[in-house]
């Protein structure tokens, strides 16, 4: 596994090109083109013989959170020698649960800019079905439906050029692990040395100084000490429940009327001949017009499944305290007459392999250059010297699986922003503002869309369009019938 990377010298870390327009192009008004670059496969970077040493230019930034956010910042700021710490309050990768399964859609080209340009233990599927209860198919689509295994451009019964892109389905610990393997510069996460990453700490507070530097204040949850750290800019990767994002902004949470249960299965425990739905290729959603079950490959001997239904808050608090044995015990009563393979895999479930929690997101945020004047805008960026990343910034409901692509995307437009105004600046306060505000500018219109769309999903994914016949997502189904 190729560890250290640098920036590509032909394109500076934008993996695309400025090239001038053709004759026919200028006479249309367009000056110039844009393609990606050759030299690094549109990545960005090349291959390095060793690590990328800091440099003094960029800000020294503190990285609070070590999830899929808080790592892929880590790994883009280690290869274009942006200096940077993180703080997880876990005391080791192994200390967190394995995580479930997650579906890299428009991220997976940029993994690339990681140095990552293999998904290690990365399943994809090319089909997608939909049925009612009694497992009547009501839609289908992907490569195998559209019978073009070949990867070729297809078309769909609307008339419309369906995308090439194959979703990759990766176990998410699976993901930060490698994250944490190009963070770190080792392949061996159980004996990491690095003197860039600190477990065991948790964020107490944070303050601007009169320098404008930023004092950190850390509780060592192992020694019970109190650890204080500098850093020129903090990026919030600590999750929906975010503490930097408690004293930027303090916003409360949404709740968007809906319960959602996970669960693992490992596919030694079922019959396969059971049905032809977990060949390891085939995504499969199963709904009564209320309730939905979506399941997916998790690995090559594992599928995932998510059950959803709308409950109130107080009854998804209840049900989430009650345990795992209660959660599983709920998913087999609600989906007790379903159609094959599904009671098969309830009952195959473990138990320790269950968890259950209440759905929410947050407010969308504006623009810091663009106030409203009230606690859903970041205060004005001029001032500021702390930004949020992926669920932080965004949290969104889990149904259209883009919480980890966007926090992906926010990696890498975060690092190269600031790699991009160091070029232009030589103070390092204008820097940090430049960097955030061409971030912010790039992430917030981009991630409200899914936050949107997600919100939106978790209302009509438990009505009658889960179930709407027709060969198209569920997304697409809930347009339609709009349109009717």
């Known amino acids: 596994m190729q560890l250290e990377w640098k920036v590509c010298n032909a394109c500076h870390g934008e993996g695309l090109l400025k090239k001038p327009s053709s004759r026919k192009a200028r006479k249309k008004g367009l000056s110039e083109r844009i393609e990606p670059c050759i030299s690094c496969s549109a990545s960005g970077l090349v291959p390095s013989a060793e690590r990328v040493p800091s440099d003094d230019r960029f800000p020294k930034v503190a990285i609070v959170g070590g999830g899929l956010a808080g790592w892929a910042v880590a790994a883009a700021c280690r290869h274009r020698g942006i200096p940077y710490d993180v703080f997880e309050r876990d005391a080791h990768f192994i200390d967190r649960a394995q995580g479930y399964g997650l579906t890299m859609q428009q ?13 290690e233990d990365g399943i994809t599927s090319t089909k997608h079905i939909v049925h009612t209860a009694d497992g009547t198919v009501v839609g289908q689509w992907g490569m195998r439906h559209w019978k073009q295994e070949d990867g070729e451009g297809t078309t769909s019964e609307e008339g419309k050029k369906e995308p090439r892109r194959q979703n990759i389905h990766i176990a998410r610990q699976s993901l930060r692990r490698q994250l944490l393997q190009v963070a770190s510069g080792q392949e061996d996460i159980q004996n990491i040395h690095c003197d860039r990453i600190h477990w065991n700490h948790r964020l107490l507070n944070y303050e601007k100084l009169e320098n404008k530097q930023v004092l950190l204040t850390f509780l060592n949850v192992k020694s019970g000490e109190m650890v204080r750290h500098t850093a020129d800019l903090v990026v919030g990767a600590d999750g929906i429940r975010s503490q930097v994002r408690e004293q930027l902004i303090g916003d409360n949470l949404r709740y968007l009327n809906c319960f959602v249960m996970l669960g693992i299965c490992e596919l030694q425990e079922i019959d396969r001949s059971h049905s032809e739905l977990l060949d390891g290729k085939t995504v499969f959603q199963t709904a009564d017009g209320t309730t939905r079950l979506y399941m997916m490959p998790y690995s090559s ?7 959803s239904f709308p409950f109130s808050e107080s009854e998804s608090l ?65 001032d500021r010297v702390v930004t949020l990343i992926g669920d932080a910034a965004h949290p969104m409901s889990p149904f259209k699986g883009q919480g980890a692509n966007q926090a992906l995307l926010d990696a890498l437009s975060l690092t190269k922003s600031i790699y991009r105004a160091a070029s232009g600046s030589t103070d390092k306060a204008e820097l940090i503002r430049k960097a955030i505000e061409a971030y912010e500018a790039e992430m917030l219109p981009r991630s409200a869309v899914k936050v949107k769309a997600s919100a939106e999903a978790a209302e009509f994914l438990h009505t009658s369009v889960a179930i709407e016949p027709g060969d198209v997502t569920r997304g697409g189904a809930s347009k339609r019938q709009k349109q009717e």
């Open 318 to 382: 209840d049900l989430a305290q009650k345990g795992n044995e209660a959660l599983l015990e709920e998913a087999r009563r609600r989906c007790s007459n379903w159609h094959n393979p599904i009671e098969f895999i309830l009952k195959s479930t473990p138990s320790h392999l269950v968890s259950g929690y209440p759905v929410y997101d947050r407010a969308i945020l504006a623009p810091s250059t663009q106030l409203v004047g009230d606690n859903d805008s970041l205060e004005n960026v001029g």
């Open 107 to 119: 991220a997976s080209k940029a993994l690339k800019g990681f140095g990552i340009w293999n998904l």
């Open 301 to 307: 001997t594992a599928y995932m499944w998510q059950l």
